[in-house]
């Protein structure tokens, strides 16, 4: 089982980029609704729900 280190590099970075982006969106998805409200209690509303765990689902990633 020879693996060539540009495969084993690209399968790594492809599974921490996908890990990455399941992660973040919960994130991504409180940003892009933020957009779409209507006044400044819904606003608030979205970043108190995220408050809490924000970017608390990265941890890995800076580990």
């Not at 991504?28 to 970043?47: P, S, V, Y």
Request: aromatic share 14%; hydrophobic share 50%.
């Amino acid at each position: 089982m020879n693996y060539d280190l540009n495969t084993v590099w690209f399968i790594l970075v492809g599974v921490l980029f996908t890990g990455y982006a399941m992660l973040d969106g919960f994130d991504l998805g409180i940003g892009a609704l933020h957009l779409f409200t209507k006044d400044d209690t819904e606003r608030r509303i979205l970043i108190n729900a995220i408050g809490p765990v924000w970017d608390g689902n990265e941890v890995w990633l800076v580990t």
